[in-house]
Nanobody, 122 residues
Framework: VQLQASGGGLVQAGGSLSISCTAS????????MGWFRQAPGKEREFVAR????????YYAESVKGRFTISRDNAKNTVFLKMDSLKSEDTAVYYC????????????????WGQGTLVTVSS
């Protein structure tokens, strides 16, 4: 599966932004999807994941209650809605796909999008 992330941009602290990731191919609904991010000088970290059906989601503590992951399998797209953004949310956001349920380990996601930059100004 090939992934294409989009929707990043510049937003003020406290604002909202939605990013999305569209997959090619007909098997998108077979994959569990995750969002990760990498800030300058830091390691890539898990943000959120959603099961193949959309029925199960899980969030990193740092974004819980502020970010919402969702998917539309008919459109081969996964979304990340980000509210109450903070300067520490500034990062390149990556979508990723895996067949393993319930993982937050980036090494267990074999398919990655190219990333989209989210910059939060304080």
């Amino acid at each position: 599966v090939q992934l294409q992330a989009s929707g990043g941009g510049l937003v003020q602290a406290g604002g909202s932004l939605s990013i999305s990731c569209t997959a090619s191919g007909r098997t998108f609904s077979s994959y569990h999807m995750g969002w990760f991010r990498q800030a300058p000088g830091k390691e890539r970290e898990f943000v959120a994941r959603i099961s193949y059906s959309g029925g199960t989601t899980y969030y990193a503590e740092s974004v819980k209650g502020r970010f919402t992951i969702s998917r539309d399998n008919a459109k081969n797209t996964v979304f990340l809605k980000m509210d109450s953004l903070k300067s520490e949310d500034t990062a390149v956001y990556y979508c990723a796909a895996t067949t393993l349920f319930g993982t937050r380990n980036a090494k267990e996601y074999p398919y990655w999008g190219q990333g989209t930059l989210v910059t939060v100004s304080s």
